[in-house]
């Protein structure tokens, strides 16, 4: 395989979707990693690069030329009629084409037309509005291709995180946890890290609780009862594990010299770290499923779409290690 082609879905057409895809395409003409294939509308695309400023000459293709294309294109679809979408408005009809780029973008990758898919934002209200039951790509991605062990991780050269829960809140954490899901979130994190480091990765699980529990003080005892017994059970898969740690200490300079990967109890144990120190390099991904699947690391950022002033750097980066990966 010379050049990966790379399925990019292009988000919620009302955020930033469209023009941090044009972006892409202006770059990726001019490099030789990787293919990207925008799955999107190409009105929609011409009408964004009219408002930014953007180049519009990109090449247009149909189902029929997809596995076959070498060169950075876009995929029509026609799933948004530009004459009623309002740029920085997200709706039940944004939600729905969205979503109808994802499926495609998922039946591509599955029929080997692709070799991997990368996902630009969408938006979690639109989606809801459109009637897809799932909070986010995370889930739809594991529910269409039938996947009962996964995760949601973020990896850049700075930081890499992988969640153990994803978008519930606060108070269901400590019942969703379990020494089985953690245990795989680890396996999961290892594999990934051993394919894109040739070596052992080392791993740093955090605790639940404040301090780690401090021996039982705080919490109900998750980190001795659950955590403990995830760990011992990864180290005996020869894995180089460390923890719990205590959370407000795991990510410190010296700690992040001597750790390739952090396994974190819930979201926003690993987004603040994640996007205090690589907001523009991180790049989400969907551990084990039968497809490779990136996405950036930010939101639809309807406050500033179709502005000309996004930044396309995650999204370079989602697919730079899609490529790697495939």
Known sequence: MNKPRIAVTMGDPAGIGPEICLDLLAYA???????????????????????????????????????????????????????????????????????????????????????????????????????????????????YTNTEKYCMAFISDEISCSLVNVHIGYSEVPEYLSENKIYEVISLTRNTHQNLLGREPRIAVCGLNPHAGENGLFGNGEESKIIQPAIDRARADGGNISGPLPPDTAFTPANRTKTDAYICMYHDQALIPVKALAFDSAVNITLGL??????????????????????????????KLAARLA
């Open 29 to 143: 003409s001019k490099n030789e990693i990787y293919t990207p294939i925008i799955f999107g509308d190409t009105e929609v695309l011409k009408l964004c690069a009219q408002k930014t400023g953007k180049t519009s000459d990109f090449k247009t293709i149909n189902k029929e030329n997809l596995g076959s294309c070498d060169t950075p294109a876009v995929l029509d679809f026609g799933f948004m009629d530009p004459g009623i979408l309002q740029p920085g408005t997200a709706n039940g009809m944004t939600g729905k084409a969205t979503f109808g780029y994802i499926q495609e973008a998922m039946d591509a990758s599955l029929a080997k037309q692709v070799h991997a898919v990368t996902t630009c934002p969408a938006n979690k209200e639109a989606l809801k509005q459109a009637g897809v039951p799932h909070p986010g790509h995370t889930e739809i991605f594991a529910e």
């Open 290 to 319: 039968p497809l490779v699947r990136t996405s950036v690391d930010h939101g639809t950022a309807l406050d500033i779409a179709w502005k000309g002033v996004a930044n396309p750097s995650s999204l370079k980066h989602a697919v």
